[in-house]
Each structure stands twice: as structure tokens, then as C-alpha cells.
């Protein structure tokens, strides 16, 4: 009964902060320093590019982060290299135009023509929007990526948690060995299969089957390897610990629905730290930048495989190996 009412309460308290996490990032989106570029046509007066950066930049809550550019095609340039997430070009005709990457995050995209729709009825201008970056036509709102990193990352612990609480943590350095090479083909056949289900079956990502292998087997390998050291140091408390990380913290921030831009900064902070995010982040650097910004998801990932196997190991190092199960201090006892 006490050990019942214990699991209960320990429930109680993950469902709990499930509600907390989710409602607490997505109750109230609010865009703070979203980074932006302003250009001026050619024939509108000199410094006025910066002067509406300044302006634009004084903005009650600091909504936007703003630079000026020479043109569109240095526009197009920061874009594609995610130094920045939209543009304002001011127009010599009175019209203005509203430059957007979609597929950078459909929230943000939204945000900033929410922003500039206030920005100019104030001034009595109109814009148009243009979306230079869109989403593809099989990825609505480009949350198809933030699902397919979900289903690797769910894949990566479950697999280890159902090692741990059916099979047990490993009792040598071979059963560990043993546990880690399952777990790397699994990442392997499930990186692939994610990948072959999106590019191939529903054609959503089309065209990017083996870099998508390659980072779904990264996520699912980093998942599984850091729920396993977890396992190897805290025991089964390792499950939810797991649940707290990669679904209570790591869903809601990992930019799907809302990206970091538009999060409180607390989501924003860690969400491209843990893996949901990061493969979120790889998905889209892959499928609509040509790799831009691909260098942080592999470094977490690398982080995660580290800190996995040095948990793996140092439990591995403590257990006598299987050829040899009793040390020579306990033999010279006998």
C-alpha cells in the first residue's frame, strides 16, 4: 500500500508538471528580440535604413533585434544563413514590405506581421508580406520536422527505459557493451526509417533521406546513451527523470509550436539544448538552409553521447568483468 500510494504521488507530481510546462510556455507567446533587417530603396534619403532600425528598436518590450542592410540580396544572404529571421525594406512608393522565413518558424513569421501591422497603421503606411523562406507544401506550419524529432527522441528512452526496467541496468562491462550496440543499431534502423517515412512515404522532406538518417541516428543514439547513464547512476528514478527532461521541458521548448523567439526566456534558453530541440533545429537546417546552422544540434548531441557513455562507463568500471566475476581480495578470502 505505501509503496502504491508512493508511485501515485510520484505520478501525480509528473502529470502536474506536464500541465505547469506546457500551459507556462504556450499560454502567452510574447516576441522579444526577434532579429531583423531593415533596407531602404534606392532614392529615399540617406541614413533612413537605420533611423526606422532605431525606431523599430524602441519598441515597447523589445520586440524586435534590428540591423540594417545594404539590400534584398544581403537580405536574402542573413536568411539563408539564419543570421536573421526576417526583413522590413522600406518602400519609396509608401508601400513597405515585410520579408519572412517561414520555414524558420511559423510563429515568429506570424509575430513580426503582427508587429508591423501596428508598426505601420500608426504611421498611416501599408506592407506587403513576402515570404522568402516558405515551409514546403507537405509541411503545414513546418511542424513536421518538431514531430519527426519527437518520435526519435521517444524511440531513444523508451528503448532505454525498457532495458532498464525489464532487463535490468547491465551486471558486467560485456552486458554493457551488449546494451550500448543494441542501442546503436536500433539508432541506426529507427534514424533511417523515421527519415524513410517523411522523404519517401509522405513525401515531406523529400530529397534529404540520408542527412536526415544520419541526424535521426545521432538523436535516437544521444536519447537512448544519456537515459542509460542516467540508469547506470540514479537506478529506475532514471524514467522520470528521463520524462522531466526530453517531454515536461524539452517539448514545449524545442520550438514547434513557438520558436525560441516568441517563448519566455526560459524555454528559449534550453530548448536547443535537449534533444527535441535539437533535432528540431537539425530538420530545419537541413531541409530549408542547406545545413546553415547544424553546427550547435551536433554539438549537443556530442554532449549528450559524452555524458551518456562517461555515466555508461564509470558504472561499467565499478562491476567486475564477465570473465573474471570475483576479485582477487574476495578469492584470497575464500
Request: aromatic share 8%; hydrophobic share 50%.
Amino acid at each position: 500500500m505505501r509503496k502504491m500510494s508512493l508511485l501515485a504521488a510520484a505520478v501525480l507530481v509528473l502529470q502536474l508538471g506536464f500541465i505547469l510546462s506546457y500551459v507556462s510556455a504556450f499560454h502567452q507567446p510574447t516576441p522579444h528580440a526577434i532579429p531583423i533587417a531593415v533596407v531602404a530603396e534606392a532614392g529615399l534619403p540617406e541614413g533612413l535604413a537605420q533611423q526606422t532600425a532605431d525606431r523599430l528598436d524602441s519598441l515597447d518590450g523589445s520586440p524586435l533585434d534590428t540591423r540594417t542592410a545594404a539590400d534584398t540580396a544581403e537580405v536574402r544572404s542573413l536568411l539563408r544563413d539564419r543570421d536573421i529571421l526576417g526583413a522590413y525594406v522600406v518602400g519609396s512608393s509608401g508601400t513597405d514590405t515585410l520579408i519572412t522565413a517561414s520555414a524558420a518558424g511559423s510563429s515568429v513569421a506570424t509575430a513580426l506581421q503582427s508587429i508591423f501591422t501596428e508598426v505601420e497603421t500608426a504611421q498611416g503606411r501599408q506592407f506587403v508580406v513576402r515570404d522568402e523562406i516558405p515551409v514546403g507544401v507537405h509541411d503545414n506550419r513546418g511542424l513536421s520536422g518538431f514531430y519527426l524529432s519527437v518520435g526519435w527522441v521517444v524511440g531513444g528512452y523508451l528503448l532505454a527505459a525498457a532495458f532498464g526496467l525489464l532487463i535490468g541496468a547491465p551486471t558486467s562491462r560485456r552486458e554493457t557493451c551488449v546494451h550500448v550496440g543494441i542501442l546503436a543499431a536500433y539508432a541506426v534502423v529507427s534514424g533511417a526509417l523515421g527519415a524513410f517515412l517523411t522523404t519517401h512515404v509522405l513525401e515531406t522532406f523529400a530529397g534529404h533521406w540520408f542527412p536526415l538518417t544520419l541526424l535521426g541516428t545521432g538523436v535516437v543514439f544521444a536519447t537512448g546513451l544519456f537515459t542509460m547513464g542516467l540508469r547506470a547512476l540514479i537506478g529506475v528514478a532514471a524514467v522520470p527523470a528521463a520524462i522531466v527532461l526530453f517531454v515536461i521541458l524539452g517539448n514545449p521548448s524545442a520550438g514547434g509550436a513557438f520558436g525560441a523567439d516568441v517563448l519566455p526566456s526560459l524555454y528559449a534558453s534550453i530548448g536547443r539544448w535537449i534533444t527535441p530541440g535539437i533535432g528540431t533545429e537539425g530538420v530545419r537546417s537541413i531541409v530549408y538552409f542547406s545545413g546553415s546552422g547544424l553546427g550547435q544540434p551536433a554539438l549537443g548531441l556530442v554532449l549528450y553521447i559524452a555524458v551518456g557513455a562517461l555515466l555508461m562507463g564509470a558504472a561499467a568500471l565499478r562491476r567486475p568483468s564477465a570473465h573474471n566475476p570475483v576479485s582477487p581480495r574476495e578469492t584470497s578470502k575464500v
